[in-house]
């Protein structure tokens, strides 16, 4: 099984970039799909991002599209999520996730979860 670290959150504020990283060990980590999901206070976790393990197919949640990036180094086993033009409503604690199979990620549920998350890292856009 593969172990998920994400870093990068902090607080910014609104109109402002930052990017997330993911690093993972354990199990070869360019045979996984990946992704990036939030939660925010009060909410359900909703997915963000996924890549293919090539990095040839990216999927975006309709609240971030044209905004976040998701990209992916296989050598450094490393996820990213690259976030522009934050709003008030990305505050949230943002979960690294990987599974082998990409329809896992993209259409998740909660009765279906990923194999492995990440512990989260916090974003907090300010106003």
């Known amino acids: 099984q593969v172990q998920l670290a994400e870093s990068g959150g902090g607080l910014v504020q609104v109109g402002d970039s930052l990017r997330l990283s993911c690093t993972a060990s354990g199990r070869s980590f360019s045979s996984y799909q990946m992704g990036w999901f939030r939660q925010a206070p009060g909410k359900d976790r909703e997915f963000v991002a996924a890549i293919s393990w090539s990095g040839e197919s990216t999927y975006y949640g309709d609240s971030v599209k044209g905004r976040f990036v998701i990209s992916r180094d296989n050598a450094k086993k490393t996820v990213y999520l690259q976030m522009n033009s934050l709003i008030y409503e990305d505050t949230a604690v943002y979960y690294c996730?990987?599974?082998?199979?990409?329809?896992?990620?993209?259409?998740?549920?909660?009765?279906?979860?990923?194999?492995?998350w990440g512990q989260g890292t916090l974003v907090t856009v300010s106003s």
């Open positions: 996730a990987a599974d082998s199979i990409l329809h896992t990620l993209v259409e998740y549920t909660p009765a279906s979860p990923p194999d492995a």
